[in-house]
């Protein structure tokens, strides 16, 4: 099934509340046979509506694989996926704007293949623009930003397609520490404000904490679910308090551990 | 308060609130990242001064003709070929002189330059369309993607007996071997394009919701459109080559293009005005060059890459 046919389900009105996304028992194997590599093995996760999840893990976990699957980029090898209505788009490390459009263009580019009229294109980019404290940069081309702001702009562009879930693989991974830090206070903010389901996968133990609701983690090859930690912290946080530092550490010890297991 | 509870659910608090809580970045602080961040290749690109710049690329190649010019005077006093044959740069200079103001040049020049686009064009279209197809499906692929590329390093002089064989000493007869000579470069311009369009970009097109057609309008054709441009860029090098060299070959009676007054010259041992001649499609290859690279900069410029 592709992702649009299961985008359609929850565009039916502007009122209604998507229900929780399922992933019921989802696996993922490349290749066929006794060559076959499991990337993903049976992995079950619910994440209420306007719920922020990391997912967690060394790599080789198969976190990236999993979001594919969710937005529908690649087929799951067995298992159930239930959007429960949302309307999804993702983002990447890489901001992957297109060169050839100006920063409002790129933001636009959803609304065109959906055949919104060019005037209302405009103002709603602007407006989303202006949500990602970019007001003024309509015109400029993506080359001229910095890395952080082409990101916010890949941001913009995800919620120009009207999504309440959103996939983030490692979005702020190319980024410097300030920047990024900056950018999980304007992300938590506009999660805050549209109500976004988001799922959120990073190698990054404090960036998990300092955003998650929750942090799932996963070991690695295949990826399996081996535990959960809420966060019960609350918002907003530093990346750099003691209580995200201890909870970080915790997990971190899981993870070395999970990681040594490899070694034998 | 927000302090009291984790907000899991979504716009607990409004977006002044959360701006003005602890831990919560502010806009200026966001506006000010963005500000440094943005000087520093501000003052990379004020660097360049324009005239030193064009001066730095310039005084080489004037340097370079004068030692042209220089070893080709030489090479006259030294009698190596009797003037007839080689003459002197000056005789050709004054020479040249005389040709642009004479009837036969804006004629010939036009003759030609009409040639050259046609066929180009005509080479374009094919060479655009028989791209996009191979591209596109993977068997014709598999068929004609090395042909592809081996007539693309084809001379394309070898065609040029049997052009005339087909279709005569015509005009035909050269847009024939113009086209094959161009048309395949454009094409693997093309599919070049289109093969190296970063997976990323496909990724984020699907999220995006593009599906065939809408694919390839907004986001395979734009992204291949550097690449394209480099296949046209020597497409028109081919087509320009395949041109003179079927003018030599295929003389259209009543049509003094560059290539027939040549020969005519060469008929009457005219060497410095067949000189002239190479001097002057030596001149127009260079400043369709310039076109093309005006355009390539151009496009490199908007999408921010290395400047050639």
Known sequence: MSLLDRGVVGAAGSGDTPGPVRLGGVSKAYGRGRSALLALDRVSLTVEPGEFVCLLGASGCGKSTLLSLVAGLDPASGGTIDLGGHRVSMMFQEPALFPWLTVSRNVEIAMRLRGVGREQRRERAAALLETVRLTGFGRKRPHELSGGMRQRVALARALAQDADLLLMDEPFGALDAMTRDILHDELERIWRERSLTVLFVTHNVREAVRLGDRVILLSSRPGRIIEEFPVEQPRPRRIDSPEVAGLAATITDRLRAEVSRHAQ | ?308
């Open chain 2, 1 to 308: 308060m927000p302090s009291e509870t984790p907000t899991t659910g979504p716009a607990l608090a409004d977006p002044d609130t959360a701006r003005r809580q602890p831990g919560g970045s502010t806009a200026d602080e966001v506006t000010g990242l963005d500000a440094l961040e943005l000087a520093s290749t501000r003052a990379d690109s004020r660097v360049a001064d324009v005239g030193r710049a064009v001066w730095s690329t310039t005084w080489p190649k004037l340097l370079a003709i004068a030692l042209v010019i220089a070893a080709w005077q030489v090479l006259y006093l030294s009698e190596w070929k009797p003037p007839f044959a080689l003459p002197a740069p000056m005789t050709v200079f004054d020479d040249i002189r005389e040709l642009v103001v004479s009837p036969d040049f804006p004629r010939a020049i036009a003759i030609t330059a009409q040639r050259a686009l046609t066929g180009f064009l005509l080479a374009v279209v094919i060479g655009t369309l028989i791209g996009a197809a191979v591209a596109r499906f993977r068997p014709l692929r598999a068929a004609i993607g090395s042909l592809i590329t081996g007539l693309q390093t084809m001379p394309s002089i070898i065609w040029f007996p049997f052009a005339i064989l087909l279709f005569q000493i015509s005009e035909t007869a050269i847009l024939f071997v113009v086209v094959i000579g161009a048309a395949p470069s454009i094409a693997n311009g093309l599919i070049g394009g289109i093969d190296y369009v970063p997976p990323t970009w496909l990724r984020v097109g699907k999220v995006l919701g593009m599906r065939g057609l809408s694919l390839y309008r907004f986001l395979i054709l734009p992204a291949s459109l550097p690449s394209f441009i480099s296949g046209l860029k020597q497409g028109w090098a081919f087509a320009w080559r395949s041109l003179m060299a079927g003018e030599l070959l295929v003389i259209v009676a009543g049509q003094g293009s560059i290539g027939s007054l040549m020969q005519g010259a060469r008929e009457f041992n005219n060497a410095p005005r067949l000189l002239s001649w190479i001097i002057i499609v030596l001149v127009l290859g260079i400043l369709v060059d310039i076109l093309f690279n005006a355009a390539d900069n151009a496009l490199r410029r908007r999408w921010g890459l290395q400047q050639s």
